[in-house]
């Protein structure tokens, strides 16, 4: 336990905000608790208005908690200024400071800490190489790229060597192309200089390409944490499994199955071997779609009717009516053939494997 | 060729003849006025020659100097005082979100533009007579007061505008970067409206050096300032060294606006 406690860098504990008063009051957080740990790339992951900026700009110190407290290093923070926080914010619309060139802008935290004129040199010149902008730090921000500004900006926070870097949705205005770069540039950066950073973002895939962890949020609350592996394969919650990619969630019973094992038999036809066999009645499960597969309508199949199919590129989303009422999404990848084969109209055999069977319990 | 254009005001029948018309309006006084001031002769409505005697006339005339003076010394007062109050208004009502009574506020700040220039005039000819006989005072601190009162919403304005144009989201950033308040005021918000401070200064102080109405009601004896002296001059006698006077004032006055101008194009 000490030791575990000793690699938290941030720590939000039973941390509550409320904006306004009386009947207009609005309750953004709700005793969120959560340990961030050091060198984590920890993301905040949710729809607009669930709380993540909120928690971010609490840690930054922007807002201070309603109850609860902010503890950075063990410290508890929660009435500190924003000034006294060894912590840099990456803000969404970079708020780069438009009189000052890219190096005043990288220089300003360094300068503000009263550090000395050779250490800023010395810095500037070592961030400006890390988001490899030395050309341009003679510039202008006005004069630069959304993509430049954007480095500036991570420049401009990582100068002082914060604690916790914050990311507030900084990809956001960035074409995806863009995006995807810097995606990978964020990562590198964060392996490189060893800082925290604490993500905040709406894009489930961007949460699931960076993260170490994840936390899910929704209406003020931590639905759930977990890396990106546990959060999309064992979410747990369908607000949880609806948010983090697509997916079927079906109803169905659990029975005694052959030999002892347990039967898993959904509504939709489609059956398999329980991976709970000591489970009975009535169930919800998650299934992914690409969980599901596609064949020719043979015996002993479900035999369903494609009544949609959606090419992304590498796969096909297909939606698969099941019988009147029933429809199932199957994700495939492309394969030579495909588009004749698995038209619209076309009928095909549908195959559920057990182990990829989630259970909700909500 | 014969495509269809997009709608414009340049093509209404008479666009040209009317636009010509309002800038004759607007500046064949001004020309003649401009004009008359070179006149040898006494009148101003005959033209008699080229000549630069009605300056010399002014340059010479004690009145006019102390006139000069006078307008120059309450107009920078003016402005700079009407120009803090005015920056210390723009930050309160903009550098936040937006609240409850924020058009009321507004309004208030921007009273001397509603009420009627005569109205604060005589209001303030007799509360300020008031206190003449309360305290036996009666220096220029008085026209001090009241230019800096009505300049306020001419500094304002410009100061509010350029800071509606700045992303509130800067001063946080000062403070994420340890900028202390003041640092954060200083290093970030203060750089960056200054030209909207410059504008408001230099509006302010035009609009103090022409005053008349609430001038010529406010001032004591032996206070006055160039435009109510000129305005003295034209009850006895209409002579050219008023013409020479008025375009004196001019050149101030285009050069400040000139650069009011250039100040408030760069912020694009």
């Not at chain 1, 949710?46 to 950075?72: D, M, N, V, Y």
């Not at chain 1, 063990?74 to 200024?81: F, L, Q, Y």
């Not at chain 1, 803000?91 to 300068?111: D, K, M």
């Not at chain 2, 340049?10 to 006025?33: N, Q, S």
Request: hydrophobic share 45%; glycine share 8%.
């Amino acid at each position: 336990m000490t030791s575990d406690r000793h690699q938290v860098a941030v720590e939000a504990r039973r941390v509550g905000k409320v904006f306004g008063d009386g009947t207009s009051a609005v309750r953004a957080l709700d005793d969120v608790s959560v340990s961030i740990r050091q060198n984590e790339f920890f993301t905040l992951l949710g729809p607009s208005g669930c709380g993540k900026t909120t928690l971010l700009r609490l840690i930054a110190g922007f807002e201070h908690p309603s109850s609860g407290q902010i503890l950075l290093d063990g410290t508890d923070i929660s009435r500190e200024p924003p000034y006294r926080r060894p912590v840099n914010t990456v803000f969404q619309s970079y708020a780069l400071f438009p009189h000052l060139t890219v190096e005043g802008n990288i220089a300003f935290g360094l300068q503000m800490l009263g550090r000395q004129r050779d250490e800023i040199a010395e810095t500037v010149d070592e961030m400006l190489a890390l988001v490899k902008m030395e050309s341009l730090r003679n510039r202008r921000v006005a004069q630069i790229s959304g993509g430049q500004q954007q480095r500036v900006a991570l420049a401009r926070a990582l100068a002082p060597r914060p604690r916790v870097l914050l990311l507030d949705e900084p990809l956001s205005a960035l074409d995806l192309k863009l995006r995807k770069e810097m995606q990978i540039e964020l990562k590198r950066l964060q392996h490189q200089t060893g800082i925290t950073f604490v993500f905040v973002t709406h894009d489930q895939e961007e949460a699931l390409t960076m993260s170490d962890r994840i936390a899910v949020m929704s209406d003020g609350r931590i639905l759930q944490i977990g890396s990106p592996r546990e959060i999309y394969e064992r979410p747990a919650s369908r607000f949880v499994a609806h948010f983090i990619g697509d997916t079927n969630i079906l109803d169905g019973v659990c029975e005694p199955g052959p030999d002892g094992a347990g039967r898993l038999r959904l509504a939709c036809g489609l059956a398999a071997s329980s991976p709970d066999p000591g489970r009975r009645g009535a169930v919800s499960v998650l299934v992914r779609p690409e969980h599901l597969e596609l064949g020719e309508p043979a015996d002993g199949e479900v035999i369903g009717v494609i009544e949609r199919a959606v090419y992304f590129g590498t796969d096909t989303h297909y939606h698969v009516s099941l019988g009147e009422t029933h429809q199932v999404v199957v994700r495939r990848q492309n394969r030579r053939g495909d588009a004749s084969r698995l038209a619209e109209g076309a009928r095909v055999g549908l195959r559920l494997d057990g182990d990829a069977v989630q259970f909700l319990d909500d | 060729m014969a495509g269809r254009r997009a709608f414009s005001v340049k093509d209404l029948p008479g666009f040209a003849t009317i636009a010509i018309a309002c800038f004759l309006v607007l500046y064949a006084p001004i020309v003649t006025l401009v004009v008359y001031s070179f006149n040898a002769g006494d009148s101003v409505a005959i033209w008699q020659g080229f000549s630069w005697r009605w300056y010399e006339s002014a340059w010479d005339n004690r009145q006019v100097q102390e006139a000069a003076i006078r307008s120059v010394a309450i107009a920078s007062a003016a402005s700079a005082i009407s120009t803090v109050l005015a920056t210390m208004a723009a930050l309160g009502t903009t550098r936040r979100a937006p609240f409850r009574g924020q058009m009321v506020i507004y309004t208030l700040i921007n009273q001397p533009l509603m009420v009627p220039e005569i109205v604060t005039a005589v209001a303030l000819l007799i509360f300020f007579s008031m206190i003449k006989i309360a305290t036996g005072y009666s220096g220029l601190a008085y026209l001090i007061v009241a230019h800096s009162a009505f300049c306020i919403p001419f500094a304002y304005l410009p100061i509010r505008a350029r800071l509606e144009g700045m992303d509130l989201t800067l001063e946080t950033a000062a403070a994420d970067l340890y900028a202390t308040p003041w640092q954060a005021f200083r290093r970030v918000t203060l750089p960056l409206m200054m030209p909207g401070v410059l504008a408001g200064a230099m509006l302010a102080f035009v609009i103090s050096l022409d005053d008349v109405v609430i001038t010529e009601f406010v001032k004591s004896a032996g206070q006055e300032t160039l435009p109510t002296y000129m305005l003295g001059q034209l009850r006895r006698a209409v002579s050219p060294e008023v013409n020479a006077i008025s375009t004196a004032l001019l050149v101030p006055t285009v050069v400040l606006l000139t650069a009011f101008y250039l100040l408030n194009r760069r912020r694009s």
